[in-house]
């Protein structure tokens, strides 16, 4: 499958930005997705899963609250709502698909397939 993250860009501290990340080549719907999202000089990090029927979510503690994980398999697309925009938040945010459900939704290595990446900037 082919993912095209995109929908980041600058933002003030305080706002909302919405990333898409649209799937191609193979049934969208088959795989459990996720973001991540890596900042200069750290390491990638999870963010927020979404298994295969959209029913069940899980978020990274720094984003509880804040984002919101959702797809819709009829446009093969993967959202993530960001909201109360942190500086810290800034990064490349990546999606990625995991063809084995929401096993391990927080380890990189649990998703086989990865978009370019979108960067988000937030102004202090």
């Known amino acids: 499958v082919q993912l095209q993250a995109f929908g980041g860009g600058l933002v003030q501290a305080g706002g909302s930005l919405r990333l898409s990340c649209a799937a191609s080549g193979r049934t969208f719907s088959n795989y459990a997705m996720g973001w991540f999202r890596q900042a200069p000089g750290k390491e990638r990090e999870f963010v927020a899963a979404v298994s295969r029927s959209g029913g069940s979510t899980y978020y990274a503690d720094s984003v509880k609250g804040r984002f919101t994980i959702s797809r819709d398999n009829a446009k093969d697309t993967m959202y993530l709502q960001m909201n109360s925009l942190k500086p810290e938040d800034a990064a490349v945010y990546y999606c990625?698909?995991?063809?084995?459900?929401?096993?391990?939704?927080?380890?990189?290595?649990?998703?086989?397939?990865w978009g370019q990446g979108t960067q988000v900037t937030v102004s202090s």
């Open positions: 990625a698909a995991n063809p084995r459900g929401m096993f391990r939704p927080t380890a990189i290595g649990s998703y086989d397939y």
